[in-house]
Nanobody
Framework: QVQLVESGGGLVQPGGSLRLSCAAS????????IGWFRQAPGKEREGVSC????????LYADSVKGRFTISRDNTKSTVYLQMNSLEPEDTAVYYC???????????????????WGQGTQVTVSS
C-alpha cells in the first residue's frame, strides 16, 4: 500500500522556521521524484520544491528560493523541507507527492505527480 505521510507543520511567527518531513512506504522510493506542494485557501495548488531520485537536482518556486531547502534520505525513504524566514504568505496546507518520471523531464508541476499525502497545515502568524 502506497503511503506518503507529512509531518512537522504548525503555527510559527513570521521569520521563524519549520522542518517538514514526508515519510514514504509501499513503493520503491529511490525510483521516484518527490515534490512539496502547497495550497492556500481560495488558491490553486502550487509547486514549492521538488527533488530528483538521487537528490542531486532540486527545483524551487521563485517565492521560496533562498529560504527553503529540500533534501531526501533514501535510506529512510523520507524527504524533508527546511523552511526558514517564513512569511504570512507561506500559510497553506503542504503536501508531498511522488512522480515516476525524472525531474528534468517533468519539473515541479502538480499534474505530473500521481500519489499524494494528506497534507500538513503551516500557519505563519504573529
Amino acid at each position: 500500500q502506497v503511503q506518503l505521510v507529512e509531518s512537522g507543520g504548525g503555527l510559527v511567527q513570521p521569520g521563524g522556521s519549520l522542518r517538514l518531513s514526508c515519510a514514504a512506504s509501499g513503493f520503491a522510493f529511490n525510483d521516484y521524484t518527490i515534490g512539496w506542494f502547497r495550497q492556500a485557501p481560495g488558491k490553486e495548488r502550487e509547486g514549492v520544491s521538488c527533488i530528483s531520485r538521487g537528490g542531486s537536482v532540486t527545483l524551487y518556486a521563485d517565492s521560496v528560493k533562498g529560504r527553503f531547502t529540500i533534501s531526501r534520505d533514501n535510506t529512510k525513504s523520507t524527504v524533508y523541507l527546511q523552511m526558514n524566514s517564513l512569511e504570512p504568505e507561506d500559510t497553506a496546507v503542504y503536501y508531498c507527492a511522488r512522480n515516476p518520471m525524472r525531474l528534468s523531464t517533468t519539473g515541479c508541476s502538480p499534474p505530473r505527480y500521481d500519489y499524494w499525502g494528506q497534507g500538513t497545515q503551516v500557519t505563519v502568524s504573529s
